[in-house]
T-cell receptor, first 113, second 112 residues
């Protein structure tokens, strides 16, 4: 399968715990995006990378959130001290970098109890 | 924040009928893309239309774009039960790098 993959697909955690999600983009896609989607809403942009450089972060990305793409391939999104309001679907997408189609992964659904 | 809205919010039709969904947005765009999302799953890209295009077809899908009205429509012809999903429009806004701004979605239900 050469699509975007995300791991884990589901995560249940207790408030205050840290969680980390992984995204593997389509091979050779330079740009990688993270979005968050809450129930009944469209996805909202969080951050994106051009190769290993993080070029933009949304105001939604509080200090508790950090994202990395260390070698310009896979990316991780970490949430520290999770809150119930962090419960959402976290979606990753990749793109060749020429303002074309973004291909999305299946998402990681996070539930914070 | 959401770019705009899809209309209607929900649509229920019978198999074989056509489904039309509309999307409005607020700022100038480079392109507009439509995605489908089955319940609780990731987004599947359907079609991309650029700001200098007015209409585009892909299989049973027809998309129009009216930049003067800042609106787009997605037509699914001869709908099937498998088309049941949420449909989102997403805009690539001018001057905002490559991040997509999504609408609120239309939930389509196709019954047998």
């Amino acid at each position: 399968d050469t699509g975007v993959s995300q791991d884990p697909r589901h995560k249940i955690t207790k408030r205050g715990q840290n969680v980390t999600f992984r995204c593997d983009p389509i091979s050779e896609h330079n740009r990688l995006y993270w979005y968050r989607q809450t129930l009944g809403q469209g996805p909202e942009f969080l951050t994106y990378f051009q190769n290993e450089a993080q070029l933009e972060k949304s105001r939604l990305l509080s200090d508790r959130f950090s994202a990395e793409r260390p070698k310009g391939s896979f990316s991780t999104l970490e949430i520290q001290r999770t809150e119930q309001g962090d419960s959402a679907m976290y979606l990753c997408a990749s793109e060749t970098g020429i303002q074309e189609t973004q291909y999305f992964g299946p998402g990681t659904r996070l539930l914070v109890l | 924040s959401q770019q705009g809205e899809e209309d209607p919010q929900a649509l229920s039709i019978q198999e074989g009928e056509n489904a039309t969904m509309n999307c409005s947005y607020k700022t100038s765009i480079n392109n507009l893309q439509w995605y489908r999302q089955n319940s609780g799953r990731g987004l599947v890209h359907l079609i991309l239309i650029r700001s200098n295009e007015r209409e585009k077809h892909s299989g049973r899908l027809r998309v129009t774009l009216d930049t003067s009205k800042k609106s787009s429509s997605l037509l699914i012809t001869a709908s099937r039960a498998a088309d049941t999903a949420s449909y989102f429009c997403a805009t690539l806004n001018t001057g905002t790098a490559s991040k997509l701004t999504f609408g609120t979605g239309t939930r389509l239900q196709v019954t047998l």
